[in-house]
């Protein structure tokens, strides 16, 4: 079992919904990310948290939201999404490089669909 | 440009038989390599990690390699079995964000009884 757990497992919103994404991990990990993957496709880079700081935006749309409260916590906050938005999210964490060799542990995926 | 590149794109063997998948990178500078397996729908599950000084690595059926100078690797898979049906993807962490990992585009390995 993945020791980086993701809820919900499967969204369904419509484009003007406001909804969340939420992951959690207890490994201690101090830097979290969070990965889209469209189908057939690797997953695609969106945000990483080191020492619960943004380091790494890479060009998302406003309308996806992250936000890292603490170091176990990692949520994604959605809002006015498009159907082409609909995709498997991925939460990941590992150990930053200078502590270890930085496997990154995936969750489990929400699946996302936007009507 | 930091890249990972994997070949074959898809590929369909017996069960039983023997595969072997290749990742070639381009990212700079290197801190380990990692092949991941991803069942359809689930998140990946890391197989094996291959740092600067390490050769060969095995766990289980998959045994990794990996070539520094030529920065390639290659994921070998024994003796395979229907569970092996899956995406092996090569990930690549290094150039100078060091929280930045590079994927490669997966190897669809279909396994047939």
């Known amino acids: 079992d993945t020791e980086v757990t993701q809820t919900p497992k499967h969204l369904v919103m419509g484009m003007t919904n406001k909804k969340s994404l939420k992951c959690e991990q207890h490994m201690g990990h101090r830097a979290m990310y969070w990965y889209k993957q469209k189908a057939k496709k690797p997953p695609e880079l969106m945000f990483v948290y080191s020492y619960e700081k943004l380091s790494i935006n890479e060009s998302v749309p406003s309308r996806f939201s992250p936000e890292c409260p603490n170091s176990s916590l990692l949520n994604l906050h959605l809002h006015a999404l498009q159907p082409e938005d609909s995709a498997l999210y991925l939460c990941?964490?590992?150990?930053?490089?200078?502590?270890?060799?930085?496997?990154?542990?995936f969750g489990e995926g929400s699946r996302l669909t936007v009507l | 440009k930091n890249q990972v590149e994997q070949s074959p794109q898809s590929l369909i063997i017996l069960e039983g038989k023997n595969c072997t998948l290749q990742?070639?990178?381009?990212?700079?500078?290197?801190?380990?390599l990692r092949w991941y397996k991803q069942d359809t729908g689930r998140g990946p599950v890391s197989l094996t990690i291959?740092?600067?000084?390490?050769n060969t690595k095995s766990n289980g059926r998959y045994t990794a390699t990996l070539d520094a100078d030529t920065k390639q690797s290659s994921l070998h898979i024994t003796a395979s079995q229907l569970s092996d049906s899956a995406s092996y993807i090569c990930?690549?962490?290094?150039?100078?964000?060091?929280?930045?990992?590079?994927f490669g585009s997966g190897t669809k390995l279909n396994v047939k009884p």
């Open positions: 990941a964490s590992s150990q930053v490089l200078e502590r270890g060799t930085g496997e990154l542990f």
């Open positions: 990930v690549v962490r290094g150039g100078y964000n060091f929280n930045k990992f590079y």
């Open positions: 990742c070639n990178y381009t990212v700079s500078p290197f801190s380990n």
């Open positions: 291959m740092t600067f000084s390490e």
